[in-house]
């Protein structure tokens, strides 16, 4: 089972707004991500959680603030956004770091509109 | 601007064989990617290479990799109109968790 679940799979959101976007993987990996995906572009890293804790944090704004409540959950809460932060939000995760295992896996994303 | 290229697009004919190219830079990357997307949905790890492989089948994919131009193709044989999407070639640079992607190849599949 190589499935990634992410909810909701669309979100429509006020700039006045606080929202979450939720991940699951019950694979057993130790790292998970979040990426920003805007249309015919690839996939910019935002933050990456290693056993639970924040290992990488792009220079992401603070309206955007990550938690990884345990080893399988990984959540985005949303806060104060702005239309420019309109995007499909991917999360992914990997056994452990990529030099060593390979596999990154993305599930379908959250697509969030910000009005 | 990213570090991986690629062709933007590709048209091939149902039934023939696509082949899609990138150039990466850095030599020490240890893997090598492809993602599939279709309209719509996530990314789709298709196959992946290690840097110390020259070729890798997985049923009608081929991955080709030439370490010392740094060039990277994915060869799909027999190609269905299923295969219509957005191509992702990527590389670790050596790096735990980061992957440079490059811009993707919109593969687009005519009858």
């Known amino acids: 089972d190589t499935e990634v679940t992410q909810t909701p799979k669309h979100l429509v959101m006020g700039m006045t707004n606080k929202k979450s976007l939720k991940c699951e993987q019950h694979m057993g990996h130790r790292a998970m991500y979040w990426y920003k995906q805007k249309a015919k572009k690839p996939p910019e890293?935002?933050?990456?959680?290693?056993?639970?804790?924040?290992s990488i944090n792009e220079s992401v704004p603070s309206r955007f603030s990550p938690e990884c409540p345990n080893s399988s959950l990984l959540n985005l809460h949303l806060h104060?956004?702005?239309?420019?932060?309109?995007?499909?939000?991917?999360?992914?995760?990997?056994?452990?770091?990529?030099?060593?295992?390979?596999?990154l896996f993305f599930g379908e994303g959250s697509r969030l509109t910000v009005l | 601007g990213e570090d991986v290229e690629q062709s933007l697009f590709l048209s091939v004919r149902e039934g023939d064989s696509s082949v899609i190219n990138c150039t990466y830079t850095d030599?020490?990357?240890?893997?090598?990617?492809?993602?599939?997307?279709?309209?719509?949905?996530?990314?789709?790890?298709?196959?992946?290479?290690?840097?110390?492989?020259?070729?890798?089948?997985?049923?009608?994919?081929t991955v080709l990799?030439?370490?010392?131009?740094?060039?990277?193709?994915?060869?799909?044989?027999?190609?269905?109109t299923g295969d219509s999407a957005i191509y992702f070639c990527a590389e670790n640079l050596f790096s735990d968790y980061k992957l440079s992607f490059g811009a993707g190849t919109t593969v687009t599949v005519r009858a």
């Not at chain 1, 890293?45 to 924040?54: A, D, H, N, P, R």
């Not at chain 2, 993602?35 to 996530?42: L, S």
């Open chain 1, 45 to 54: 890293l935002m933050f990456v959680y290693s056993y639970e804790k924040l």
């Open chain 1, 80 to 103: 104060a956004l702005q239309p420019e932060d309109s995007a499909l939000y991917l999360c992914a995760s990997s056994h452990g770091v990529l030099t060593a295992t390979g596999e």
């Open chain 2, 27 to 61: 030599s020490s990357s240890t893997y090598l990617y492809w993602y599939k997307q279709e309209p719509g949905a996530g990314l789709q790890l298709l196959t992946y290479i290690f840097s110390n492989m020259d070729m890798k089948q997985d049923q009608r994919l």
């Open chain 2, 65 to 80: 990799l030439n370490k010392k131009d740094k060039h990277l193709s994915l060869r799909i044989a027999d190609t269905q």
